[in-house]
C-alpha cells in the first residue's frame, strides 16, 4: 500500500522558532493535505494543495506540493504556545475518497 | 460553526462483544467516513459511504465491519466481535458533494477500549 513517512518524528523547539518538516511518499499524490491534531480531538485541516510545485500560506503556515508529486513540505514561522500538537500530512487521488495519512510529526515547545 | 459530533467519547467492551459508534454528519453533508487511529500511530482509513452505499472501503474494513445511515442524521459503524486490536480512536468525517476530498471535517472521535 501507499506509504507516508514524515520527518522528523518529533521536534522541542523554543517559542518564537521557525518549524520546518517534510513527508515523502512511496507513489504519487494528485492532493496533498496537511492537518494539525490536537490531544483527543480529530484532524483539523491547515492546508491543502493541488498542484505540482504549488506554494501556499495559511498566516505563519507555508506548505508545498513537490514538483515530482511524491513529497511536500510544511513550514511554521514564528511558533507559538498554541502550535503543539501533532502534524500530519496526508494524500489523496482523483476519483478516490480515501485520504492516506502520515506517520505524523510531533511538535513541542520548551519554556 | 457547524460540526461533526460522536458518541460515546469512550466505549469499553469485552472482547467478542458487538459495538456501534454513532456518528451525527454535519447537516448538509453528503459523503461521509470512517478513519481509526491505534494509540501513538497514523490515522487510517476505513470506509466512504454516499448514496446510501459503501464508496469505498480498506482493507482493515473486512466482514466483521459494517456502516449505516439508519436516519436522515446518523452514520454508525458496527463491529460485531470486538478482537483487542480493535482497540483505538475511532474518527468519523463528513464533507459536502460540492467540496473535493480536503472538505472532510473530522468528528473528535470515540475511543474504543477492548479488554
Known amino acids: 500500500g501507499q506509504q507516508l513517512n514524515q520527518s522528523p518524528q518529533s521536534m522541542f523547539i523554543q517559542e518564537g522558532e521557525d518549524v520546518s518538516m517534510n513527508c515523502t511518499s512511496s507513489?504519487?499524490?494528485?492532493?496533498w493535505l496537511w492537518y494539525k491534531q490536537d490531544p483527543g480531538e480529530g484532524p483539523v485541516l491547515l492546508i491543502a494543495?493541488?498542484?505540482?510545485?504549488e506554494l501556499t500560506s495559511n498566516g505563519r503556515l507555508t506548505a508545498q506540493f513537490g514538483i515530482t508529486r511524491k513529497d511536500s513540505f510544511l513550514n511554521i514561522s514564528a511558533s507559538i504556545p498554541s502550535d503543539v500538537g501533532i502534524y500530519f500530512c496526508?494524500?489523496?487521488?482523483?476519483?478516490?475518497?480515501?485520504?492516506?495519512f502520515g506517520t505524523g510529526t510531533r511538535l513541542t515547545i520548551i519554556p | 460553526e457547524p460540526e461533526v459530533t460522536q458518541t460515546p467519547s469512550h466505549q469499553v467492551t469485552q472482547m467478542g462483544q458487538e459495538v456501534i459508534l454513532r456518528c451525527v454528519p454535519i447537516?448538509?453533508?453528503?459523503?461521509f467516513y470512517w478513519y481509526r487511529q491505534i494509540l501513538g500511530q497514523k490515522v487510517e482509513f476505513l470506509v466512504s459511504?454516499?448514496?446510501?452505499?459503501?464508496?469505498?472501503k480498506s482493507e482493515i474494513f473486512d466482514d466483521q465491519f459494517s456502516v449505516e445511515r439508519p436516519d436522515g442524521s446518523n452514520f454508525t459503524l458496527k463491529i460485531r466481535s470486538t478482537k483487542l486490536e480493535d482497540s483505538a480512536m475511532y474518527f468519523c468525517?463528513?464533507?459536502?458533494?460540492?467540496?473535493?476530498?480536503?472538505?472532510?471535517?473530522f468528528g473528535p472521535g470515540t475511543r474504543l477500549t477492548v479488554l
Open positions: 468525517a463528513s464533507r459536502a458533494r460540492t467540496s473535493g476530498v480536503h472538505g472532510q471535517f
Open positions: 507513489s504519487i499524490f494528485n492532493t
Open positions: 494543495l493541488y498542484k505540482a510545485g
Open positions: 496526508a494524500g489523496a487521488n482523483f476519483g478516490n475518497e480515501k485520504l492516506t
Open positions: 447537516s448538509n453533508h453528503l459523503y
Open positions: 459511504f454516499y448514496n446510501n452505499e459503501i464508496s469505498e
